[in-house]
């Protein structure tokens, strides 16, 4: 009997929850939205904590480029390197923090903000994929 | 450094810091724009002397030296003692509980005993509580976060994790040093350290004083009883029991060592002079303060008087 488990499938589950919460959290208005428990449990916020931890490291494998910003050739560079689950787990995870580059935090920063802030919250997002995407670009031209 | 497996955790901790980096550097843009929508100057005057802080003591001496001293020494310990908490997938969560031990208690000496309180003070000393507070950073913090690790190495974690973990910390409550943000949901707020908790933290209103020391997560604050929420009556107020009312980086970095020394100097016995450096501060022998410091007294804070 094969024993021997793929931790990178965890790996993988876990990213994909951080990813479902994020994209919970990128929608507008989406704390209105009724999901059911089921729903609710996949895209809860705490499955982000794991993700919190990797998000500095991902960015900087990005800038030393050892990790690709673009998800397929991610997820091909883990892959030859650890198996498969691993280019998977890579996928999804360059997926998440191209989003969280990109999107998520000046949709979080709105979602909470003060009143009398959310006029300047709405230009935050300009500022969030402005420099997101030229962090990206710059990332991917440079060190492909 | 010559061990290939200290090479390995710098080679982290580094790629680690460069991922922090950058987004410290986002969340300083998006705080330069807000204060522009909110019509102040886009830098303050303390958060010019932030950047200081940061390009003079910060990530170039400390992850440059002292991570690399810090990292060396724990491995000294690692060598010497024969325990092992191995490093698995089932033992990453309690890797992660310690981690956050070892934080609340690192940050808890920080506060409560006078010779680190010299130290960490400076990066209280902010009397603005915005993103700019990230580049407050202090100098010796190194010392008394060595002193919670090392005990920790003895028993046989491993010193790689528990560096990660001291990076991770400070990189999340990166997004913490706001007013901007209102309250989250109450478990969140319970259980996470978020923008609100961290307020409680840095303010000096005695029923905020020495509050909220988690790093990620707020249960050790639960357990030691040190939990505090944000009153809506309470508003915080920044900065330290005796305000600084400097800009000058010198002055901010020696403002509580130059009383430390001095009282010590003046203590008369040597069990008083072992509480200045060690009691805990506001409890120890006391010089008075000379009024030329310009400083806003414990009374005014207790006021709730923003200075």
């Not at chain 2, 400390?62 to 024969?82: D, R």
């Not at chain 2, 981690?99 to 920080?110: C, D, I, M, S, V």
Request: glycine fraction near 8%.
């Amino acid at each position: 009997m094969n024993t021997h488990f793929d931790l990178w499938i965890v790996a993988t589950l876990l990213t994909l929850f951080a990813l479902l919460a994020s994209i919970r959290l990128s929608l507008p208005n989406s704390h209105s939205l009724r999901l059911g428990r089921i729903g609710t449990v996949l895209t809860h916020p705490a499955w982000l904590i794991p993700f919190i931890l990797m998000m500095s490291m991902a960015i900087g494998w990005m800038m030393q480029g050892k990790l690709s910003p673009w998800p397929p050739q991610a997820a091909q560079q883990l892959a030859q390197r650890s198996g498969n689950w691993a280019g998977v787990t890579a996928f999804v995870l360059v997926l998440l923090v191209d989003l969280w580059l990109l999107w998520t935090p000046s949709m979080i920063a709105r979602r909470y903000a003060t009143a009398e802030l959310q006029g300047a919250m709405r230009g935050l997002s300009v500022i969030n994929v402005v420099f997101g995407a030229l962090f990206l670009l710059a990332v991917y031209f440079i060190t492909r | 450094m010559q061990d290939p497996m200290i090479q390995e955790v710098a080679e982290w901790v580094k790629i680690y810091g460069l991922g922090g980096a950058l987004l410290l550097g986002f969340v300083l843009i998006a705080e330069m724009y807000l204060r522009r929508c909110e019509g102040k100057p886009v830098w303050s005057k303390e958060g010019l002397n932030n950047l200081v802080f940061f390009f003079t003591i910060g990530p170039p001496i400390e992850n440059l030296f002292l991570h690399g001293a810090l990292i060396a020494a724990l491995f000294g310990f690692y060598q010497w003692t024969p325990l092992r908490v191995p490093v698995t997938l089932w033992t990453l969560p309690i890797y992660f509980l310690v981690g956050e031990f070892a934080f609340y208690w690192f940050h808890r000496l920080g506060h409560e005993v006078r010779l680190f309180w010299a130290d960490h003070s400076i990066h209280h000393s902010a009397q603005t509580y915005d993103f700019t507070v990230n580049l407050r950073f202090v100098p010796f913090q190194i010392v008394y976060r060595w002193l919670i690790w090392a005990p920790l190495v003895l028993l046989g974690f491993h010193p790689v994790v528990l560096v990660l973990f001291a990076t991770t910390a400070p990189s999340f409550q990166t997004f913490c040093h706001t007013r901007r943000l209102g309250r989250f949901a109450p478990w969140f707020e319970w259980l996470f350290v978020t923008p609100s908790n961290h307020a409680v933290h840095h303010a000096c209103n005695p029923l905020y004083i020495d509050k909220n020391y988690g790093g990620l997560l707020m249960i050790w604050d639960h357990v030691f009883g040190t939990y505090q929420r944000l009153e809506e009556s309470v508003p915080p107020v920044f900065g330290i029991t005796h305000q600084l009312q400097t800009s000058n980086p010198i002055k901010v970095l020696l403002h509580e060592f130059v009383p430390l020394f001095r009282d010590f100097r003046g203590a008369p016995t040597w069990r008083l002079k072992l509480g200045v450096l060690f009691g805990r501060p506001g409890t120890t022998f006391e010089l008075p303060r000379p009024e030329e410091s310009g400083i806003a007294t414990h009374s005014a804070a207790q006021a709730g008087i923003a200075s």
